[in-house]
């Protein structure tokens, strides 16, 4: 697999190992036929594994991805250390300041399947973004479950994070979620809401939510938002009462018209909503890197020495002002533009390719310029040639403590699963020696 002394790929020599292993290593580890037998077992459902390959061909890449151990657990700590400041009062202040009215009550959820997003570079990792309702949690655990060791050296590497107990962690989880909202007992009905669920990419996720949530005891469904109504102090789905909904809309502030049945049950404290208006303002809100990104003053406000120094991975990060709009135009080469509220790759732009139309729409909107980080890299094989792809790194965490450590392979701008090798894949963290 490895050979030193033949240059696999052009540029300077890896300078550490998981570099190595990313540019030379050729496994396809993968084993299929052991996701689709997990998958089926899984969802109970012996042709969800084949339908799910056909419509989604580029879900799954079919090569791990290699990270150094320390890296890994220095992201680690730069999550503790933002959930740390989350908990500062003039943080606090700040962001809520900026956030609408169904963001300032604080109902107690932590906000399931908190997801925090990476950049591993030769200085280390670099925080990208942060997001509440982070999707392939359920499809990355089978995954990292799903891989054959095809030669000694890979086989001398794990991920620590795989997800080895993840139903009993999920289920916890929601368990905590509801006790933290002053709940006694167990909630008897979660709902799993989106918009259209059955027209997302990820719905067949849905589906395997649904059976390891009912594994776990709880009686599940995957409702349209648009379905729910609030009556009686209750919120409801066709007559039957939800107790807990697990929140996967991007309308972050539940500000459309029909999100208003969640939204008065929410606001009025009769469902446990996860993750919520509250978290998202705390954590997710693109503008909070401008004040996650200024290790001084959230020393200023509290925050220990140890975790200050933990912040250095969060990318620079400004808010787009009249004011500073003539200097971000200047050095709009080395920045990419995001909306505050956005998700995914929406309305992203790269500095680069800015024009000067889309940088007025940029200052008509609510924008953050965030200093560019360029991803890793994956040296693959696909059909018999080798290819790069791209590394973003994913740690999906509740309460500070990591439930699985996921990568995405992609080419271009952003993740979008449509490129052949690509998709999500485990990570494997090598020693530095």
């Not at 490895?2 to 550490?16: E, I, K, M, R, W």
């Not at 942060?130 to 991920?159: D, K, M, Y």
């Not at 209750?234 to 107790?243: F, G, H, M, S």
């Not at 952003?414 to 963290?429: D, E, I, K, S, W």
């Given at each position: 697999?490895?050979?030193?002394?033949?240059?696999?790929?052009?540029?300077?020599?890896?300078?550490?190992?998981?570099q190595r292993f990313n540019r030379e290593c050729r496994c396809v580890t993968l084993d299929r036929s052991a996701l689709c037998?997990?998958?089926?077992?899984?969802?109970?459902?012996?042709?969800?594994?084949?339908?799910?390959?056909?419509?989604?061909?580029?879900?799954?890449?079919?090569?791990?991805?290699?990270?150094?151990?320390?890296?890994?657990?220095?992201?680690?700590?730069?999550?503790?250390?933002?959930?740390?400041?989350?908990?500062?009062?003039?943080?606090?202040?700040?962001?809520?300041?900026?956030?609408?009215?169904?963001?300032?009550?604080?109902?107690?959820?932590?906000?399931?399947?908190?997801?925090?997003?990476?950049?591993?570079?030769?200085?280390?990792?670099?925080?990208?973004?942060?997001?509440?309702?982070?999707?392939?949690?359920?499809?990355?655990?089978?995954?990292?479950?799903?891989?054959?060791?095809?030669?000694?050296?890979?086989?001398?590497?794990?991920?620590?994070?795989?997800?080895?107990?993840?139903?009993?962690?999920?289920?916890?989880?929601?368990?905590?979620?509801?006790?933290?909202?002053?709940?006694?007992?167990?909630?008897?009905?979660?709902?799993?809401?989106?918009?259209?669920?059955?027209?997302?990419?990820?719905?067949?996720?849905?589906?395997?939510?649904?059976?390891?949530?009912?594994?776990?005891?709880?009686?599940?469904?995957?409702?349209?938002?648009?379905?729910?109504?609030?009556?009686?102090?209750?919120?409801?789905?066709?007559?039957?009462?939800?107790?807990?909904?697990?929140?996967?809309?991007?309308?972050?502030?539940?500000?459309?018209?029909?999100?208003?049945?969640?939204?008065?049950?929410?606001?009025?404290?009769?469902?446990?909503?996860?993750?919520?208006?509250?978290?998202?303002?705390?954590?997710?809100?693109?503008?909070?890197?401008?004040?996650?990104?200024?290790?001084?003053?959230?020393?200023?406000?509290?925050?220990?020495?140890?975790?200050?120094?933990?912040?250095?991975?969060?990318?620079?990060?400004?808010?787009?002002?009249?004011?500073?709009?003539?200097?971000?135009?200047?050095?709009?080469?080395?920045?990419?533009?995001?909306?505050?509220?956005?998700?995914?790759?929406?309305?992203?732009?790269?500095?680069?390719?800015?024009?000067?139309?889309?940088?007025?729409?940029?200052?008509?909107?609510?924008?953050?310029?965030?200093?560019?980080?360029?991803?890793?890299?994956?040296?693959?094989?696909?059909?018999?040639?080798?290819?790069?792809?791209?590394?973003?790194?994913?740690l999906y965490v509740y309460r500070g403590q990591i439930l699985l450590v996921a990568a995405r392979l992609y080419q271009g701008?952003?993740?979008?699963?449509?490129?052949?090798?690509?998709?999500?894949?485990?990570?494997?963290?090598?020693?530095?020696?």
């Open positions: 697999m490895l050979n030193a002394s033949v240059p696999v790929c052009p540029g300077p020599p890896p300078t550490d190992l998981s037998s997990a998958l089926e077992q899984a969802v109970g459902d012996p042709v969800f594994c084949t339908q799910l390959l056909q419509s989604h061909p580029h879900l799954f890449a079919h090569t791990p991805v290699f990270a150094p151990r320390e890296a890994l657990e220095h992201m680690h700590q730069t999550v503790l250390a933002i959930e740390a400041a989350t908990r500062l009062p003039a943080y606090q202040r700040q962001v809520l300041a900026w956030a609408g009215a169904a963001a300032q009550p604080d109902f107690g959820p932590a906000g399931v399947f908190m997801g925090y997003d990476f950049h591993h570079t030769p200085s280390g990792p670099k925080l990208i973004e942060i997001n509440t309702n982070a999707g392939g949690a359920f499809l990355n655990a089978l995954l990292a479950r799903a891989q054959s060791a095809c030669c000694p050296e890979v086989q001398a590497h794990t991920n620590p994070w795989n997800g080895q107990d993840f139903e009993g962690a999920v289920g916890d989880m929601f368990r905590q979620e509801w006790a933290l909202q002053g709940r006694a007992g167990i909630p008897r009905c979660i709902a799993l809401v989106d918009d259209e669920p059955q027209a997302q990419y990820l719905y067949p996720e849905f589906i395997l939510a649904r059976k390891v949530l009912q594994r776990q005891g709880f009686t599940t469904l995957i409702v349209d938002a648009q379905d729910l109504h609030y009556a009686g102090g209750r919120l409801l789905y066709q007559d039957a009462p939800i107790d807990l909904v697990y929140n996967r809309l991007v309308d972050f502030s539940l500000e459309q018209a029909r999100h208003a049945a969640l939204r008065a049950a929410y606001l009025e404290g009769a469902v446990v909503l996860t993750p919520n208006p509250h978290l998202h303002a705390l954590l997710a809100d693109k503008r909070n890197l401008s004040l996650l990104s200024q290790q001084s003053l959230l020393a200023e406000w509290g925050l220990s020495p140890t975790q200050t120094q933990a912040l250095k991975a969060v990318l620079p990060t400004a808010l787009v002002s009249a004011e500073n709009a003539a200097a971000l135009w200047e050095a709009r080469k080395t920045l990419f533009f995001k909306p505050a509220g956005g998700h995914g790759s929406k309305a992203v732009y790269r500095g680069d390719k800015l024009t000067r139309s889309v940088w007025s729409h940029i200052l008509q909107g609510q924008y953050v310029a965030q200093e560019f980080s360029p991803p890793g890299e994956r040296i693959i094989p696909l059909e018999g040639s080798t290819t790069t792809r791209k590394i973003d790194f994913r701008q952003t993740t979008n699963f449509r490129t052949p090798g690509g998709g999500f894949a485990p990570v494997l963290a090598v020693q530095a020696t």
